[in-house]
């Protein structure tokens, strides 16, 4: 571990205090939320920011609710929260389903839905929840308001379209219609889930009356600079009645549209392998929620 580079802290009591100070520190400002990346980083060297933002102290920032036309959650919301929350899998299942396999117990109590989308990893938990679900972060700078979907943050490694005096500061998740299902896969570095993961795959689809598939939606992570969507597996999908041979040749076309490395984790080869064999079970289990009506 290198010695920390000299730095200012501050603990704003609200957003434009926050995104003030950020504003006015420049491109070196640093927002803290979890801190499960942040702190390791200055540790170890990989970042020097002049000016830390402690967002803890501002108050609304947490929470998970209804909102009009679907769920909203605070950025500084634990991911044990979004693990536990019955809503959430009620209507998302893929994003309580990925919160229960990201990292470990002791980081999920610690690590925020806001912090973790900001962080951009490519191997990132929630983002390709988030992108099958269509989910728009809200943000925060002295210029005002915006929203953004969480699938167009994404610009490469650990890199996002947010500007350093930007914030995030909640999620929304819009309300699915009927016959929608989601789920979410992960195998991790030591074959579990909890780990940081080889591979990730979210996958929702939704079925018309007769049962045929009229919507869905395949995003990818570890398999590229970013997490990614799958267009044409989706394709190979829409208009299709479920069966072992659609999902088969959607899986097909997913392990052939993804760009993995090879790395300490798994070579790409392998990962190419993982993305079949995950996308074919991730498509099973949101067609069965879609058939049993669990998301309302």
């Known amino acids: 571990m290198q010695r920390l580079r000299r730095f200012e802290y501050h603990e704003p009591a609200t957003i434009d205090e926050a995104t003030g100070i950020l504003a006015a520190a420049g491109d070196d400002a640093r927002v803290l939320a979890g801190g499960t990346d942040l702190v390791i980083d200055m540790k170890t060297g990989r970042m020097r920011p002049s000016t830390v933002v402690n967002l803890k102290g501002i108050t609304g920032l947490a929470g998970i609710e209804e909102a009009e036309g679907g769920v909203r959650i605070g950025a500084l919301t634990k991911v044990t929260a979004v693990e536990a929350s019955e809503l959430v899998a009620r209507r998302c299942p893929a994003l309580n389903q990925a919160a229960a396999v990201l990292a470990s117990p002791s980081v999920r109590v610690l690590a925020t839905i806001g ?25 925060e700078s002295p210029e005002g308001p915006r929203e953004d979907l969480v699938e167009d943050l994404y610009v490469g490694p650990v890199t996002t379209t947010l500007a350093s005096h930007e914030i995030i500061t909640s999620v929304f998740i819009p309300a699915t219609p009927r016959r929608f299902g ?14 940081i993961s080889m ?5 929702a689809m939704t079925l018309d009356a007769d049962g045929s598939i009229v919507d869905a939606v395949i995003a990818l992570a570890s398999v590229a600079p970013t997490p990614m969507r799958a267009p044409d597996a989706e394709g190979a999908l829409i208009g299709e009645t479920p069966s072992e041979e659609v999902f088969a040749a959607a899986a097909t076309a997913a392990a052939g549209e993804c760009r993995p490395i090879s790395d300490l984790r798994a070579s790409a080869s392998h990962r190419v392998a993982l993305v079949r064999v995950l996308t074919t079970r991730a498509l099973s289990a949101a067609l069965e929620i879609a058939r049993n009506g669990e998301v309302s």
């Open 182 to 195: 989601s789920a979410h896969l992960k195998i991790g570095s030591r074959g579990g889930g909890t780990d």
């Open 199 to 203: 591979v990730g795959v979210s996958a």
């Open 115 to 139: 912090g973790n989308i900001g962080r951009a990893s490519p191997a990132s938990d929630l983002g390709p929840p988030l992108i099958v679900h269509g989910a728009t972060v809200a943000v």
